[in-house]
């Protein structure tokens, strides 16, 4: 069927285990194999190399980004991996816009058409922060507060699919349902 690349940025560091990202990456595997596709994994707690990741990239029709969400963006070796990967001449593509057609603008010029990709995140915040008016991320919803991702995306030419959060992780932990609505988010989504 389709090879997906998964992304684990679910990274180990002080008072922080990874574990729930690792979960919902292993869950994704299974999904995904269940429904026939092939599978490759960059887990960013481990030592990568360029060219493969280039490579991985290349050969994948979708990429699933796991990531839990610190200091209101991805962990910083995400950060690393985007400017490192994300914005190499092989996958980026140009912005766009030409001399000879003003009428292309900025963003358009992505060389991955053709491709798909799937935000998934962990909080530490409720989702009423993202969600209420008055609340921490006035009503912004977690796709606008997603925006520099997409827009990443976006870039490249990869077209979005529908995103997933699992909130409040620490103070109203609901993990077991939350797994389950992955699974089922999943299903729909990669069918």
Same mark, same amino acid.
């Given at each position: 069927?389709?090879?997906?690349?998964?992304?684990?940025?679910?990274?180990?560091?002080?008072?922080?285990?990874?574990?729930?990202?690792?979960?919902?990456?292993?869950?994704?595997?299974?999904?995904?194999?269940?429904?026939?596709?092939?599978?490759?994994?960059?887990?960013?707690?481990?030592?990568?190399?360029?060219?493969?990741?280039?490579?991985?990239?290349?050969?994948?029709?979708?990429?699933?980004?796991?990531?839990?969400?610190?200091?209101?963006?991805?962990?910083?070796?995400?950060?690393?991996?985007?400017?490192?990967?994300?914005?190499?001449?092989?996958?980026?593509?140009?912005?766009?816009?030409?001399?000879?057609?003003?009428?292309?603008?900025?963003?358009?010029?992505?060389?991955?058409? /053709?491709?798909?990709?799937?935000?998934?995140?962990?909080?530490?915040?409720?989702?009423?922060?993202?969600?209420?008016?008055?609340?921490?991320?006035?009503?912004?919803?977690?796709?606008?507060?997603?925006?520099?991702?997409?827009?990443?995306?976006?870039?490249? /030419?990869?077209?979005?699919?529908?995103?997933?959060?699992?909130?409040?992780?620490?103070?109203?932990?609901?993990?077991?349902?939350?797994?389950?609505?992955?699974?089922?988010?999943?299903?729909?989504?990669?069918?």
């Amino acid at each position: 069927m389709s090879t997906i690349f998964i992304i684990n940025a679910g990274i180990k560091a002080a008072g922080k285990n990874g574990t729930l990202n690792a979960a919902m990456v292993e869950i994704a595997r299974e999904v995904f194999r269940e429904l026939g596709h092939s599978v490759t994994l960059t887990d960013l707690n481990e030592e990568w190399h360029l060219e493969q990741e280039l490579d991985k990239l290349l050969a994948a029709d979708a990429v699933l980004l796991q990531t839990p969400i610190w200091a209101m963006g991805v962990p910083w070796p995400m950060k690393r991996y985007i400017d490192t990967v994300w914005t190499h001449p092989k996958v980026c593509g140009t912005d766009g816009r030409t001399r000879s057609d003003p009428k292309k603008l900025y963003g358009s010029g992505g060389f991955l058409l /053709g491709k798909r990709y799937m935000l998934s995140t962990t909080w530490n915040a409720p989702s009423s922060a993202l969600n209420t008016p008055g609340h921490f991320f006035d009503a912004r919803g977690l796709e606008e507060v997603l925006l520099p991702l997409h827009k990443q995306f976006q870039y490249m /030419g990869i077209a979005p699919m529908p995103s997933f959060a699992v909130h409040d992780v620490y103070k109203n932990p609901t993990i077991g349902e939350d797994l389950q609505k992955w699974r089922a988010h999943l299903k729909e989504n990669f069918n």
